[in-house]
């Protein structure tokens, strides 16, 4: 489940942003962009937990092995 908090969290910055330009509110921009720095750094935060494709091969190498 971690692995997709990425993905959620870089479409909750672009929701973030383009629900609240949709409201004339007088501070509106300065808290989107607020909102979408701080889940942009939670996805760059999240991405350590994509899944690397060099290991998930290396793994598979490991096991063939042991048989």
Do not use: C, H, Q
């Amino acid at each position: 489940m971690k692995r997709f908090l990425t993905a959620i969290f870089i479409g909750l910055s672009i929701l973030s942003v383009v629900i609240s330009f949709r409201f004339d509110v007088r501070w509106n921009g300065i808290v989107a962009w607020g909102l979408a720095i701080i889940f942009l750094l939670f996805a760059a935060y999240f991405t350590k937990y994509i899944p690397n494709n060099k290991e998930v091969e290396d793994s598979s190498d490991l096991e063939k092995r042991k048989i």
